[in-house]
């Protein structure tokens, strides 16, 4: 029997990536974002022959995986399926939805990290000098570089020294260095990346903060400092959790009923809401 290593959702439909590297996808899929043009419920993805899934992320309604070659062991190709009237699948031939995963290689080397947001994604490998690729809809500079039409393959404008780890929100998109600095580009209406009202959407910009952990949600963003939860950006539903309905640039701390900073270990975030985990 085949364990879960992790679990992906769009906006109407779930998958999940096992430990044997297959990826089983349910829920709707009017735009193929199930990977099969079948009705029956948890239908297997069909990856690529000689491949398996080594990473797993979903935006609204596309998934994209990486995988690892079963000859070599590299981890270095892509394969997206779903909706692709925005390049989401990062597919030069086209912009049909697909049910059979399109691959693509993004030239990054060993790719360890990867990260879709509404209608994009971006994936971090070993490669010196082009660590970092972005592909899919670009209208609000999600994509690191500025604003255009959709873009399959392209290198954000970010520094890539010391990147350990890839977030992506609806719209916006971080990384975080080894030493906990943040960086992060794309829509910024609602302060969810904290840049100045006069940068140009697709500019980066670095959080003077450290961050242990973040987490991007539609339109707001939240980081973990020593256990302490600190969220800004749009708060019209209560997501920065601070009791308000305002939004904020400054981060606000998760704070209990006694007054004091509640703490946790690990954080996620869905559209308008967050939940963190003490574990």
Same mark, same amino acid.
């Given at each position: 029997?085949?364990?879960?290593?992790? =679990?992906?959702?769009?906006?109407?439909?779930?998958? *999940?990536?096992?430990?044997?590297?297959? *990826? +089983?996808?349910?829920?709707?899929?009017?735009?193929?974002?199930?990977?099969?043009?079948?009705a029956e419920d948890q239908p297997k993805v069909t990856?690529?022959?000689?491949?398996?899934?080594?990473?797993? @992320?979903?935006?609204?309604?596309?998934?994209?995986?990486?995988?690892?070659?079963?000859?070599?062991?590299?981890?270095? /190709?892509?394969?997206?399926?779903? @909706?692709?009237?925005?390049? !989401?699948?990062?597919?030069?031939?086209?912009? #049909?939805?697909?049910?059979?995963?399109?691959?693509?290689?993004?030239?990054?080397? @060993?790719?360890?990290?990867?990260?879709?947001?509404?209608? +994009?994604?971006?994936?971090?490998?070993?490669? #010196?000098?082009?660590?970092?690729?972005?592909?899919?809809?670009?209208?609000?500079?999600?994509?690191? *570089?500025?604003?255009?039409?959709?873009?399959? /393959?392209?290198?954000?404008? =970010?520094?890539?020294?010391?990147? =350990?780890?890839?977030?992506?929100?609806?719209?916006?998109?971080?990384?975080?260095?080894?030493?906990?600095?943040?960086?992060?580009?794309? +829509?910024?209406?609602?302060?969810?990346?904290? #840049?100045?009202?006069?940068?140009?959407? &697709?500019?980066?910009?670095?959080? /003077?903060?450290? +961050?242990?952990?973040?987490?991007?949600?539609?339109?707001?963003?939240?980081?973990?400092?020593?256990?302490?939860?600190?969220?800004?950006?749009?708060?019209?539903?209560? !997501?920065?959790?601070?009791? =308000?309905?305002?939004?904020?640039? /400054?981060?606000?701390?998760?704070?209990?009923?006694?007054?004091?900073?509640?703490?946790?270990?690990?954080?996620?975030? &869905?559209?308008?809401?967050?939940?963190?985990?003490?574990?």
């Amino acid at each position: 029997q085949q364990r879960a290593l992790s =679990v992906a959702g769009g906006l109407k439909h779930t998958c *999940v990536l096992t430990d044997l590297g297959d *990826v +089983f996808c349910w829920g709707a899929n009017d735009r193929l974002q199930r990977g099969t043009v079948l009705a029956e419920d948890q239908p297997k993805v069909t990856l690529p022959a000689n491949t398996r899934a080594k990473a797993l @992320a979903c935006g609204i309604e596309h998934c994209c995986a990486a995988l690892e070659d079963k000859s070599t062991g590299l981890v270095g /190709t892509i394969a997206c399926w779903g @909706a692709n009237d925005l390049l !989401q699948l990062n597919n030069n031939n086209g912009m #049909a939805d697909s049910a059979t995963p399109l691959t693509s290689n993004p030239n990054l080397g @060993a790719i360890s990290r990867l990260a879709c947001g509404g209608n +994009f994604c971006c994936a971090l490998g070993s490669a #010196a000098g082009n660590r970092l690729a972005c592909w899919g809809d670009n209208m609000v500079g999600q994509l690191g *570089v500025d604003i255009s039409p959709s873009r399959t /393959t392209i290198q954000p404008k =970010v520094d890539t020294t010391g990147v =350990v780890e890839l977030y992506a929100g609806g719209a916006h998109a971080c990384v975080r260095r080894q030493s906990g600095k943040i960086s992060c580009w794309g +829509f910024n209406r609602y302060d969810q990346i904290r #840049a100045p009202v006069s940068d140009a959407y &697709g500019a980066v910009h670095d959080l /003077t903060e450290a +961050f242990d952990s973040i987490a991007l949600g539609l339109h707001h963003s939240c980081g973990i400092r020593g256990q302490e939860v600190h969220c800004w950006g749009r708060n019209q539903a209560g !997501q920065l959790g601070n009791g =308000v309905a305002h939004r904020r640039a /400054t981060p606000q701390i998760l704070m209990g009923s006694s007054g004091s900073a509640l703490l946790f270990d690990d954080l996620a975030s &869905g559209g308008y809401h967050s939940c963190a985990v003490d574990r």
